[in-house]
């Protein structure tokens, strides 16, 4: 949580090493999916470099798992998760 919402003073190259860690804890489930619960898209919560952060996370999240598995890691039916992506 602290990481994210500190993330628009980190330098470019920085911000894409953090992301990459924290991809890296998510795909490898050292972390757990919740913690994306504080990320919310829209224009007047996000900044530039978290959206830099987001797409780069992702990214590299795709590129782990693929794109078919990553898909599957949010859908889901249990109703706890789901409401991890609202």
Known sequence: SR???TIHRLETNK????SKLFSHLLHSDS???SCLTIIHLNEDETTSSS???IKILMQE???ALGVQQLKKRFETDDPQA???FK
């Open 3 to 5: 990481q994210y919402t």
């Open 15 to 18: 911000l894409r090493n953090v």
């Open 31 to 33: 972390m757990p999916w």
């Open 51 to 53: 959206r830099i952060f």
């Open 61 to 63: 999240m795709a590129e």
């Open 82 to 84: 789901a409401d991890w």
